[in-house]
């Protein structure tokens, strides 16, 4: 955690000579009352939607006090902080027309394009997030950003993390940093958002419990209450994904920005990017993975290089609506640096080349009627792939609304079913597999009276999975029959005076392709609370208990040398509740919380998985805050 203190000192430090607002000359001033409104300090995303810095303290905030800082909901975590999430439901990528990296079980705190924000505020602005971790070390995330004119923002945010864990060899070191800056001319004809960053997600790998430490787990045994003791698969094995991105959204308008009923204007997006995943194991645990190259230092090194470039032509017309037509170029780069070549086959260690594609986004809103469309057709024969996304949407007032949308997406699946080499000989592979196509309708009812309420249905052809073969080595498969998924989600708040309550509850149902697509029927999270001011309304207090759930399920099992999870029709986890309880704090504009996680399992103990042969978290007390500084 060196960079992130050093980071935070030298942000502190900036803060503090930082007296400017929007550009307005330094003078000597005297002691301020009051900051600006909070509804000034805005966040934009990469898509240009604003929101406004909320520091209230719901229990939706509650839900994202985690590694994430987002609602995990869906997600099942691993024992420490900064391993893995197992899914608790099938989840898709609705515009995707070009293949993933891979090793998606160490993405989940990856930043990608979308994850970044820009900012415009009033005076200069820091957050500061703590919170504890299961053994030594935390988890921080600091963000400073500053006006220097009305006209441009600049950012710089760290997000580190540091865990021991509790079981042998699942250290977590993870930092992500990210800096950028947005601007617009005076007369606003041209605007500019930018952002560089740099990741490294480093996990140690012991592959689970072993097979006697599975059977002492399960029993509960005392001497085992020290997770230290339990033996695991090995204990000098790492992987680590690295991630470095420069990103550039640019503008110009065309017409007067004057003039309301008719804008164009040209723009274009550039974004290079690379990224490495990296496995590195001491010995061979060939009993394990089979025969492998060599015996000791085994080394593997994936990577993608791509530099993409899009260029669009926009208008927009208070009739006729928002139109983007797009056009664009994928240069990439991915795989290694040896070719393997056996008696039968031979895996070539690249594919790289260029992509052209064409695409359109159309926005048209009238009254309270909303149309959204977006489209896109790669000019390639080997990396074909589509997507169109349509949706439409009524807003009843500003308390309720509904949507409906048809998604579909064509694209090869991920980079690591397509190409891969390792050390180990089993998990080296070349494959010709085709797109992999999904069709998904949907609708969103969003009602605070009644509820919210997300309905899906999704059918994918020629699905990719990893699962174990005859031989047991764990191989990329591609499924020949449809997959059907159905997903219903409601959510609903009760608000009774000094109490409250949140409940979410998620069916889904696997109509056709189960035992490839393997999730739980049924998923529930349900908080009961106390709520109040106290101390003159110095303080706002919520306390309560959350109540977690999610029935028995085949989960899916996690490969560290793919950093991917596989399919496996075996072992059934869940069936367990989680009891959690919290006492929040808000305090001007910082937000404390205090968290005895998995509460219930003082009293029914826990023997419980996150995946096969690896254990679900234990009792812990965790503490942390969000600290909103302003000058």
Request: hydrophobic share 35%.
């Amino acid at each position: 955690m060196y960079r992130a203190l050093t980071f935070l000192l030298l942000l502190i430090s900036f803060s503090a000579v930082s007296q400017e607002d929007f550009g307005q000359e330094s003078k000597p001033q005297k002691k301020q009352d009051s900051i600006p409104p909070v509804d000034l300090y805005k966040i934009i995303s990469v898509k240009n939607d604003t929101t406004h810095l909320d520091t209230t303290l719901t229990i939706l905030k509650d839900y994202k006090f985690n590694y994430l800082r987002k609602d995990n909901f869906e997600l099942l975590p691993f024992s420490n902080t900064g391993q893995t999430y197992n899914a608790l439901s099938y989840t898709e990528n609705n515009s995707k027309a070009f293949p993933g990296f891979g090793a998606e079980a160490r993405h989940y705190n990856f930043m990608e394009v979308g994850d970044i924000n820009y900012y415009q505020v009033p005076t200069p602005w820091t957050q500061l997030y703590f919170k504890t971790v299961p053994e030594q070390g935390q988890q921080l995330d600091a963000l400073f950003t500053i006006n220097t004119s009305k006209n441009l923002n600049m950012f710089i945010a760290y997000k580190g993390t540091r865990a021991l864990g509790k079981y042998q060899n699942i250290l977590t070191s993870t930092g992500n940093l990210r800096m950028g800056f947005s601007y617009n001319t005076t007369n606003d004809r041209y605007r500019i958002k930018a952002h560089f960053v740099s990741q490294d997600l480093m996990n140690e790998e012991n592959g689970g419990l072993d097979s006697l430490a599975v059977l002492q787990y399960i029993a509960e045994e005392e001497e085992f209450d020290d997770r230290s003791v339990l033996d695991v698969k090995y204990e000098d094995a790492e992987s680590t994904l690295f991630g470095k991105r420069f990103f550039i959204d640019h503008e110009y308008q065309i017409t007067d920005p004057r003039d309301s009923t008719n804008d164009l204007s040209i723009s274009h997006i550039f974004d290079h990017s690379y990224k490495k995943f990296v496995f590195n194991q001491e010995t061979a645990e060939n009993a394990l993975y089979g025969d492998s190259f060599e015996a000791t230092n085994l080394q593997t090194s994936t990577r993608l290089y791509t530099l993409f470039n899009e260029a669009a032509v926009n208008f927009e017309n208070d009739v006729l609506g928002k139109l983007s037509v797009k056009a664009g170029h994928t240069n990439y780069d991915y795989g290694y640096n040896a070719v393997y070549i056996t008696e039968v086959s031979v895996v070539g260690n690249k594919l790289f080349g260029n992509l052209l594609h064409l695409g359109a986004t159309y926005h048209e809103r009238i009254g309270d009627f909303d149309l959204k469309a977006a489209g896109r057709l790669n000019l390639d024969d080997y990396f074909s792939g589509n997507y169109l996304n349509i949706s439409a949407g009524y807003e009843f007032d500003d308390k309720n609304s509904i949507r409906f949308g048809f998604d579909q997406n064509s694209s090869l699946p991920n980079f690591n079913f397509l190409l891969y080499q390792n050390d180990y000989i089993n998990y080296n592979w070349q494959n010709d597999f085709d797109n992999v196509s999904s069709q998904k309708l949907y609708a969103r009812l969003s009602s605070e009276k009644y509820a919210n309420i997300n309905f899906s249905l999704s059918q994918i052809d020629k699905y990719t999975y990893f699962t174990e073969n005859e031989n047991g080595s764990v191989k990329p498969f591609q499924y020949d029959q449809p997959v059907r998924h159905l997903k219903l989600k409601a959510e609903k708040e009760f608000d009774f005076g000094l109490f409250g309550s949140y409940n979410t509850i998620m069916y889904q149902n696997v109509l056709e392709g189960a035992g490839v697509l393997n999730v739980p029927d049924l998923v529930t999270r349900n908080s009961i609370y106390y709520k109040d001011f106290w101390f003159d309304k110095a303080l706002y207090l919520q306390t309560g208990f959350t109540f977690k759930y999610f029935t028995k399920y085949e989960a899916n099992a996690y490969d560290p040398i793919l950093a991917d999870f596989y399919v496996q029709n075996e072992e059934e986890i869940g069936g367990f509740p989680v009891v959690d309880y919290f006492f929040n704090a808000k305090v001007d504009k910082a937000r404390i919380f205090f968290k005895l996680e998995h509460l219930n399992s003082l009293v029914t103990g826990n023997n419980n998985f996150s995946a096969p042969d690896y254990p679900y978290t234990d009792f812990l007390v965790r503490f942390g805050l969000v600290w909103d500084l302003f000058l």
